[in-house]
């Protein structure tokens, strides 16, 4: 006899190994042992012992919960984290990295049937793919489970799995990146760390992955819901806010921190302190950050947009820290001037219409619109309100931003096939739960009345409307807990929206009153009022008990009116629809502000995009991923049994399994069965012509069916095991092969000979045909080669006469020639002189070219120059003009660009200003001026307008120089900056000459030379200046060069000047 052991592998395959006589191998679970015994993975039950069974269904005792979650903890000890229940994945989080997700992996479940392999989430991708396929219906995955039961990481497994197995080219390559990089996006920007979960999803996503007909992926949408906004505000102990935050302050660079108004310190920012949670050992932020800003390029968003998504996050931090302080009157105003100017910038908007906003409210009565001032409290609120808003509506930009770069764009194909993966929150229960886990919750009790219908109540009515007797399965229908939460005008949903919206002073209280009055006899619902004494201690006076099918959970109100009603005073929304951001003006439409009908509250508009998601599921074929967490402190081999008692009754783990036993694990219509399988049977090939229930029989007939295999009922028929299925798969495998040869043979046979004699009879044809063509060719070319040929040498015969037909063609081919070269080699700059040399019929012609060429340039030069330039230049020109290769200090002033004025309006004095008048200023500089007797220093200004030079000194004009009575200017050779203004003596107003000096000298004189016309009259002296101290006196300066300026009176009464030389001439 043949004896066996069993092995474990990485994946949690069971395999068979053959003893040392190597009587039989296994290979991928299967066993082929010497004596022909062809083994499935199920026939490996040994070791169940000690690893459990890989299918529930398998359990002996199947009716036990105590058995179900032994077999769960031995596989779990094994570290095999997935278990079925028929196609039903359960999946354990082993809070660890396994090496069960490589690429070899995804080829071992790559297009194998269900049952063939071990239990694995690839599996359940495959499966699910593959029926997209062959059976042309869309599919979806619902994933399920508490939160940090592993949904998300789910999610990636199977998008990685599509992403690496399915077909792909460059297009669909780029949708795989974009969809595989759009979860580290949504995760920093929806997830957060809670209690139990260091990677929360605080939102819930659906996503369609469309295929085309190949099976490639072609494009992606996600749908969104109920984002916790509330977390952008207020965190739990122990819990942090949204991942992108921190990702930011972590790993931004220093300066785009410091363009944003940011510090590396997450404890600055009021809306990160209140979970006193800023690091998380699991988390990097750092390479999360980086990660983020990868994907966010793959996914295609432009640098501006994402500078303008950061400017909002950082905005919404500077938000937070926002400190209102009261003025007389109560009155409240932002004392944070620094964080509202950052804030103002960072959203585009005006700081003191920001300001206003955030401290008053607009309100219209009849007709007219008041601005009321708010309180401290309803300040802050205000300001908590617009912070949540603007996060959430950027979330939703981002999401539809990613949908954009998702789309599937191929207009000539409008066909594709749809798998839908929802991951979404997991039911909640903490210590303190409000409006978000009310809806979170609500939300889980339809996915499970959606599993009800689609998994156990389908089941019995299907087998029922069949007539196929079996087993009924008692289950907890939980439409009854639904109907509490949503039904119209008497649900919970409809008493919050009906008080939020009623007049009068409605608050949480009167809600939770209203709640007592309407729904307090329901056997689902408690308060503290209606509780009996018992269980009065464990509800709170401003709390409701609802009994979910999960178990009792207590919600607070205090918060449900305000979160549910979610409203953004009028003002605040006109600031965000006017914000430069255009991220923020997409998501802040303008439309809003005309609309008068009230916006529908977040439950209804939960409640309403929960219904459609139902449809959504409903629409498609489903499978199921049920996520189970072991243990509460995410610890990797701690199996919690009381934790894992509570999942499994939850998500119905029990009764799907107990209607997997009663029932069959396969069905299909009549018409669909003997369609796909009808090759089997000679009887039933190549068409059946009776009945189709006789059809069937006869053709499971023929292929042996055993009568406890299958039922037939009145449309369909009923497989019970999966091998029957897969032995009748492989049978039409083998047979669609052994038909597509014969098919193919019989084609191809008469294809070929029907091709062979119509191309034998068109070959001729064509040849004869073709035959005349290219001699009628060869000669038309052979005759016009020679006329070429022969024109060409006549025209170089010719070719230094007149213009005559002789030689017209070669005069022509020259000219072309040359201006086809000069096309090729034209000058590329002004100061390229080069052009080619033109032959004779062409030499003025190239001369023209040559000019227009230049002045082509030239005007092309001119034009890129700007106006201020242009003027700088100019006057550059003047300088040089002036002073080039004559004074000692002009190289120095060469780089130094020439400024409008060195005094500003502040600096004159405006007494002056008005006995300017209508004198316009050009030019004004600080200057030195030397008395004409002792040379005494004083500072003064020197003004120059359109008509005169006007030396300052404060407020009174000490003396007007008309350029008209200006004779000349004098200055030294030195690197001194002294300068002489010579008047004309004719002039009585005028006391003589003036001696100033400047630290800017060229840029002054040239200045004043260009404003008074003096270029030719500024002289520039080597030794001395003598100039005009008064009517028939003259005054001298004398220069000399040293090693620092140094202007001193000499004792014969001379000005001296030591200037040291800067440059040798």
């Known amino acids: ?132 396929r062959t059976e042309r219906k869309d599919q979806c995955l619902l994933i399920s489970g508490e939160s940090g039961a592993g949904k998300t990481e789910a999610s990636k497994k199977i998008l990685q799995y599509y992403a690496v197995t399915c077909p792909a080219s460059e297009q669909v390559q780029t949708v795989k990146d974009r969809l595989l990089q759009s979860n580290p996006v949504l995760e920093a920007f929806g997830n957060a760390k809670t209690l139990r979960n260091d990677n929360s999803s605080r939102f819930g996503k659906y996503m369609d992955i469309q295929f085309d007909f190949k099976g490639a992926p072609v494009g992606g949408h996600i749908l969104n819901y109920l984002l ?50 800023p690091k998380v050992s699991s988390i990097n932020d750092r390479s999360d950050w980086k990660a983020v800003r990868k994907a966010l390029t793959v996914i295609g968003f432009s640098d501006g947009e994402v500078e303008e998504l950061l400017n909002i996050i950082a905005s919404v931090l500077h938000l937070g820290n926002l400190q209102y302080g009261e003025e007389e009157g109560s009155n409240v105003c932002i004392t944070s001037d620094t964080q509202l100017k950052y804030l103002s910038r960072l959203i585009g908007v005006n700081g003191s219409v920001l300001t206003e906003a955030l401290t008053h409210k607009k309100i219209i009565a009849k007709g007219e619109e008041l601005m009321s001032p708010l309180n401290l409290e309803q300040a802050s609120s205000a300001r908590d309100a617009l912070a949540k808003a603007v996060y959430g509506r950027t979330f939703t930009w981002l999401v539809n931003k990613i949908n954009a770069s998702l789309a599937y764009t191929d207009d000539s194909s409008k066909h594709y096939s749809v798998i839908g993966l929802l991951d979404i929150y997991g039911f909640e229960v903490f210590q303190h739960n409000s409006f978000e886990q009310f809806c979170i919750n609500y939300c889980n009790e339809k996915l499970q009345q959606l599993f009800i219908e689609l998994t156990l109540k389908s089941e019995q009515e299907e087998y029922e409307a069949e007539g196929i007797t079996w087993e009924p399965v008692q ?46 006899g329901h056997p689902h619902f408690i308060t503290h009022k209606l509780a009996d004494g018992k269980t009065r201690k464990a509800v709170g006076r401003e709390e409701f008990r609802l009994l979910h099918y999960a178990g009792e959970v207590n919600y607070n109100v205090n918060g449900f009116l305000d979160k549910n009603n979610d409203l953004l005073f009028r003002n605040l929304k006109e600031i965000m629809c006017g914000s430069e951001n255009k991220i923020l003006t997409q998501c802040f439409d303008r439309e809003e502000l005309s609309d008068k009908k009230r916006p529908d509250t977040a439950a209804t508009q939960f409640k309403a995009s929960l219904a459609k998601l139902m449809e959504i599921l409903v629409s498609k074929e489903p499978s199921y991923v049920r996520c189970i967490k072991p243990n509460d402190s995410k610890q990797a081999a701690r199996f919690d049994e009381v934790l894992i008692r509570h999942q499994v009754k939850y998500l119905g783990l029990m009764e799907n399994l107990r209607v997997r036993r009663a029932g069959f694990a396969y069905r299909r219509r009549y018409e669909v069965f003997l369609q796909r399988y009808k090759s089997l049977c000679p009887d039933t090939w190549p068409n059946w012509q009776g009945k189709l229930p006789e059809g069937v029989s006869t053709l499971v007939k023929h292929l042996g069916y055993k009568p406890e295999e299958y039922k037939l009922g009145r449309s369909k028929i009923f497989i019970r095991f999966p091998k029957t299925l897969f032995a009748t798969e492989d049978a039409l495998e083998t047979r669609k092969h052994s038909l597509a040869t014969k098919l193919q043979a019989s084609w191809r046979g008469a294809n070929q000979k029907a091709k062979f004699r119509k191309l034998r009879n068109s070959a001729i044809l064509i040849q004869a045909w073709w035959r005349g063509i290219l001699a009628k060719r060869t000669a038309r070319r052979r005759r016009e080669a020679a006329d070429t040929i022969r024109r060409f040498i006549k025209g170089f015969i010719f070719r230094h006469k007149e213009r005559c037909p002789e030689n017209e063609y070669f005069l022509d081919y020259v000219r072309y020639s040359f201006l086809m070269g000069l096309r090729r080699n034209l000058p590329k700059t002004v100061l390229d002189k080069s052009w080619p040399t033109p032959p004779a019929a062409l030499i003025e012609a190239s001369e023209n070219l040559r000019k227009l060429c230049m002045q082509n340039m030239v005007w092309s030069y001119c034009k890129k120059i700007s106006p201020e330039w242009k003027h700088q230049m100019e006057q550059k020109m003047v300088a040089s003009e002036i002073f080039k290769d004559k004074k000692d200090n002009y ?100 006391k003589g000459d003036v001696v100033l000096q400047s630290e800017h000298v060229i840029e002054t004189l040239t200045k004043m030379a260009i404003c008074a016309n003096k270029i030719e009259n500024i002289n520039i002296n080597q030794a001395s200046i003598m100039f005009s101290v008064a009517q028939g006196k003259e005054g001298i300066i004398d220069f000399t060069p040293g090693s620092e300026l140094l202007v001193v009176k000499t004792k014969n009464g001379h000005l001296s000047v030591t200037a040291p030389r800067l440059n040798s001439r």
Do not use: W
Request: proline share 3%.
């Open 1 to 132: 006899m043949m004896e066996l052991k069993i092995q474990l592998i990485p994946t949690g395959e069971i395999i068979l190994s053959p003893e040392k006589c190597m009587d039989s191998y296994c290979y991928n679970c299967k066993v082929v042992s010497s004596d022909g015994v062809h083994g499935m993975m199920e026939s490996a039950l040994t070791a169940r012992d000690r690893v459990g069974v890989q299918d529930f269904v398998l359990l002996e005792n199947y009716t036990s919960e105590a058995a179900f979650i032994e077999n769960l903890r031995k596989r779990f000890k094994e570290n095999l984290i997935y278990t079925y229940i028929g196609s039903v994945l359960v999946s354990v989080n082993p809070y660890k990295d396994m090496e069960i997700y490589t690429k070899n992996h995804m080829e071992r479940y790559r297009g194998v049937n269900f049952y063939e392999v071990s239990p694995h989430i690839y599996a359940v991708a495959d499966n699910s793919y593959r029926s997209m």
């Open 891 to 990: 190289p120095q002033s060469v780089p130094k660009l020439f400024v409008s004025t060195r005094l500003n309006g502040e600096d004159i004095n405006t007494k002056v200003l008005q006995v300017l008048g209508t004198d316009k200023m050009k030019y004004a500089v600080p200057v030195t001026k030397y008395d004409r007797k002792g040379y005494k220093a004083r500072p003064r200004q020197l003004l120059l307008t359109a008509n005169s030079a006007v030396i300052v000194e404060e407020a009174k004009v000490k003396q007007q120089i008309g350029y008209g009575v200006l004779k000349g200017i004098s200055v030294s050779s030195l690197s001194d900056g002294l300068f002489v203004l010579h008047v004309a003596s004719e002039d009585n107003k005028q």
């Open 228 to 277: 916790e906004k509330s977390r952008v505000v207020h965190q739990n102990h122990g819990e942090r806010n949204f991942h992108i935050f921190y990702q930011l302050i972590e790993g931004g660079e220093e300066d785009q921190l410091r363009h944003l108004g940011l510090d590396r310190n997450p404890q600055q920012y009021q809306y990160l302190v209140k979970g006193n949670c």
């Open 475 to 520: 289950y907890f229908n939980n439409k009854i807990i639904c109907d509490l939460v949503e039904e119209k005008f008497k649900g919970i949903i409809s008493i919050l929206d009906e008080e939020c919206l009623r007049p009068g002073d409605a608050s949480d209280v009167t809600f939770l009153e209203k709640l007592e009055d309407t729904v307090g």
